[in-house]
């Protein structure tokens, strides 16, 4: 099984700025919490990073024919971006969509969730756990079918 992890723009960021609602850590802390649950997993993970939307477009479809489930953080273009929807779209793999933060308690522009309508899944304001809450319900749909 092999899952690609992909996350937008500023999330390299972390641990940099707003730790109040980010965390204190940081982006290379994030990679090796996502490699060490998929490690435990027996998965096999591809992590990416972009602060472009064209190349997060690129990396959801390099996935298809590849990788058997997709987490997406796609953190600012979750709001704005109909391309990553599409490409998620397009590849019809099974997505959770997951946030560090809890997006519904912030602002209002933070509501709309465009990539969140191709994803079977999302989980939002647990932090890194998030993304192993994701890895678990990936895994578990993907071994039912
Ligand atoms: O809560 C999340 O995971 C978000 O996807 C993070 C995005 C934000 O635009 C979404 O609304 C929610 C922001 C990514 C990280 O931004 C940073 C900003 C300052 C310092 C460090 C990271």
């Given at each position: 099984?092999?899952?690609?992890?992909?996350?937008?723009?500023?999330?390299?960021m972390l641990g940099i700025?707003?730790?109040?609602?980010?965390?204190?850590?940081?982006?290379?802390?994030?990679?090796?919490?996502?490699?060490?649950?998929?490690?435990?997993?027996?998965?096999?993970?591809?992590?990416?990073?972009?602060?472009?939307?064209?190349?997060?477009?690129?990396?959801?479809?390099?996935?298809?024919?590849?990788?058997?489930?997709?987490?997406?953080?796609?953190?600012?273009?979750?709001?704005?971006?109909?391309?990553?929807?599409?490409?998620?779209?397009?590849?019809?793999?099974?997505?959770v969509e997951v946030h560090?933060?809890?997006?519904?308690?912030?602002?209002?522009?933070?509501?709309?969730?465009?990539?969140?309508?191709?994803?079977?899944?999302?989980?939002?304001?647990?932090?890194?756990?998030?993304?192993e809450e994701a890895i678990?319900?990936?895994?578990?749909?993907?071994?039912?079918?």
């Open positions: 099984m092999k899952l690609l992890i992909v996350n937008g723009p500023n999330l390299n700025r707003e730790p109040d609602i980010y965390g204190r850590q940081t982006y290379a802390d994030l990679c090796e919490w996502v490699r060490s649950v998929c490690r435990r997993e027996d998965i096999e993970c591809e992590i990416v990073q972009s602060n472009h939307e064209g190349a997060l477009v690129d990396a959801i479809q390099g996935a298809y024919g590849v990788c058997d489930g997709i987490v997406i953080n796609p953190a600012a273009y979750t709001h704005t971006s109909v391309a990553i929807l599409d490409a998620l779209k397009a590849v019809a793999l099974p997505a560090l933060s809890d997006v519904s308690a912030r602002e209002p522009f933070r509501q709309i969730s465009y990539a969140g309508m191709a994803c079977v899944k999302t989980i939002a304001g647990k932090g890194f756990d998030g993304y678990y319900y990936l895994k578990s749909q993907l071994k039912s079918r």
